[in-house]
C-alpha cells in the first residue's frame, strides 16, 4: 500500500528565500507525481506533474524533481512572495493508474 | 470558462438525513473523482468513475453512494449511514485520453456540517 508523506507539517520562512518542500513515497512503482496548492477553506490547485520517466518540471518559479528509486520528490520555490503561503500537497499515482494517494501536506507561511 | 464546479459551498444536514452534494464539469474529462479532507489528514479517495453508467468504490466508500448518468455530472450523496459525514468534499476530474497529460484538477469544494 502507497504511503505518501510530508516533512516538514509547516514551515514560515522570510520574504525572498529559496525553500525546498520535500514528499516521500513507499512504493517507487508510480506513474505520475503530482503537486498541489491549497489556500484555507478551497479546491486543489496544480502546480506541477511530473511522468515517471522525467527527472524535473519548472514552472515560473517552481521546480518539482523526482527520484524514483529513493521514493522522494521535491518542489523548490525561488525568492518566496508572501503571496506563496498556502498548503503545499504531494499525491503519487499508481494501482494501475487509477489511484492518487495524498500526503498531509506542508503549509507554508511566508513572511513580510 | 473551463472547469470544475461543486455546489453548494456551504451544506448543513441534520442527523438521520440523506443528502446529494453537485459536481460539473465541462473539460470533457472522462475520470471524476470524489474525495473527503479531514483536518490533519491527506485526501481519501470516497468514489471514482472512469466511464458514464459506471464507477467503483475508493477507500471510504461506506455511507456513500454515487450515481454517473452524464459524462459532466458526478453526484454524491451522503446518507445516514455515514457515522461521520462532517467534512470538506472535494470533486476532480482526469482527462484518460492519451496525450492528455493526466493531470488531476478539483473543483473548489463543499463544506457539509452535521447539525
Known amino acids: 500500500k502507497q504511503e505518501v508523506t510530508q516533512i516538514p507539517a509547516a514551515l514560515s520562512v522570510p520574504e525572498g528565500e529559496n525553500l525546498v518542500l520535500n514528499c516521500s513515497f513507499t512504493?517507487?512503482?508510480?506513474?505520475?507525481l503530482q503537486w498541489f496548492r491549497q489556500d484555507p477553506g478551497k479546491g486543489l490547485t496544480s502546480l506541477l506533474l511530473i511522468q515517471s520517466s522525467q527527472r524535473e518540471q519548472t514552472s515560473g518559479r517552481l521546480n518539482a524533481s523526482l527520484d524514483k528509486s529513493s521514493g522522494r520528490s521535491t518542489l523548490y520555490i525561488a525568492a518566496s512572495q508572501p503571496g506563496d503561503s498556502a498548503t503545499y500537497l504531494c499525491?503519487?499515482?499508481?494501482?494501475?493508474?487509477?489511484?492518487?494517494?495524498f500526503g498531509t501536506g506542508t503549509q507554508l507561511k511566508v513572511e513580510l | 470558462d473551463g472547469g470544475i464546479t461543486q455546489s453548494p459551498k456551504y451544506l448543513f444536514r441534520k442527523e438521520g438525513q440523506n443528502v446529494t452534494l453537485s459536481c460539473e464539469q465541462n473539460?470533457?474529462?472522462?475520470?471524476m473523482y470524489w474525495y473527503r479532507q479531514d483536518p490533519g489528514q491527506g485526501l481519501r479517495l470516497i468514489y471514482y468513475s472512469q466511464i458514464v453508467n459506471d464507477f467503483q468504490k475508493g477507500d471510504i466508500a461506506e455511507g456513500y453512494s454515487v450515481s454517473r448518468e452524464k459524462k459532466e455530472s458526478f453526484p454524491l450523496t451522503v446518507t445516514s449511514a455515514q457515522k461521520n459525514p462532517t467534512a470538506f468534499y472535494l470533486c476532480a476530474s482526469r482527462d484518460m485520453t492519451s496525450g492528455g497529460g493526466r493531470e488531476q484538477f478539483f473543483g473548489p469544494g463543499t463544506r457539509l456540517t452535521v447539525l
Open positions: 512504493d517507487s512503482a508510480i506513474y505520475n
Open positions: 473539460l470533457n474529462h472522462d475520470a
Open positions: 499525491a503519487a499515482r499508481t494501482g494501475g493508474g487509477n489511484k492518487l494517494t
